[in-house]
């Protein structure tokens, strides 16, 4: 699994929990918001993170 930005946008534009995330590392860390995207990335969703499958979900075909 890889991050694909525009993937992480759509998991965190659905879930307030993710999107006060994204502001609170921006904020903390004084990171842009790509930098702050990838790192979210790695703590919340790769390698088993709480949000691998939903974000595994948003690359499934529609049908």
């Not at 595994?56 to 529609?62: S, T």
Request: aromatic share 8%; no cysteine.
């Amino acid at each position: 699994m890889k991050f694909i930005k525009s993937q992480m946008k759509k998991l965190i534009k659905d879930n307030e929990e993710l999107q006060m995330r994204l502001k609170e590392l921006m904020e903390e860390h004084k990171l842009e918001k790509n930098f702050a995207l990838k790192a979210l990335y790695h703590t919340e969703v790769a390698e088993g993170g709480k949000y691998q499958l939903a974000y595994q979900a948003l690359d499934l075909p529609k049908g």
